[in-house]
């Protein structure tokens, strides 16, 4: 309501010397297929933390933004996940309140008792949480309530067909909108952009 900038998403961009802008699209799976989306999700991680935290330093008005981070699911899935966030905050000194950490829904629903149990790790390091691409087929309706999450991030698929007439993307949008109100969960729409 106020316009005031709430916080920033870091994504991660390759600009190659010799072919230009690399899709994520077409590095990403390859990351995660080799099994470097690890170490790169860590150094993504301390990468956006550090920037936040330089950010918050030099602008006072960027004093209480908040950096998201996508987790991949092999990033998530990892047993000492908890303690190295727990390391980049401490290393690069941002607070942890603002850091807010996302996972897709359909990663969440891959092994919701881990799910849960790697969220509660990560909740105690007071940080937020998100369930990103939300809405996109995957039954997690009946376990949103036991997820320590945040904030819900309605998919753009939804989110761009809203204005359609033919479309009943509107009421998905505004029912998803008041579940997430209704669990005291943040929403955010993905997709509100210029083309």
Not at 123 to 148: C, E, I, M, R, V
Not at 184 to 194: F, S
């Amino acid at each position: 309501k106020t316009g005031k900038l709430a916080g920033v998403e870091a994504l991660v961009r390759w600009q190659h010397p010799k072919q230009g802008f690399v899709s994520p699209g077409a590095f990403i799976p390859a990351a995660e297929e080799t099994g470097l989306i690890v170490p790169m999700g860590s150094w993504i991680l301390e990468e956006a933390c550090s920037q936040m935290y330089l950010w918050q330093q030099t602008f006072p008005q960027a004093e209480n933004l908040m950096v998201s981070v996508n987790l991949s699911t092999k990033q998530f899935n990892q047993a000492n996940l908890s303690e190295e966030v727990a390391e980049i905050l401490e290393k690069t000194q941002l607070e942890s309140q603002c850091l807010k950490l996302e996972l897709t829904e359909s990663a969440a629903m891959e092994d919701v008792n881990g799910t849960i149990e790697q969220l509660v790790k990560l909740k105690a390091l007071n940080l937020k949480l998100s369930l990103d691409d939300f809405g996109t087929g995957y039954s997690s309706l009946s376990y949103l309530h036991q997820l320590p999450t945040d904030t819900l991030k309605v998919d753009q698929s939804f989110v761009g067909r809203m204005e359609e007439k033919s479309s009943e993307d509107g009421e998905i949008v505004k029912t998803i909108i008041s579940l997430g109100h209704q669990l005291g969960m943040d929403v955010i729409a993905e997709g509100i952009e210029p083309a």
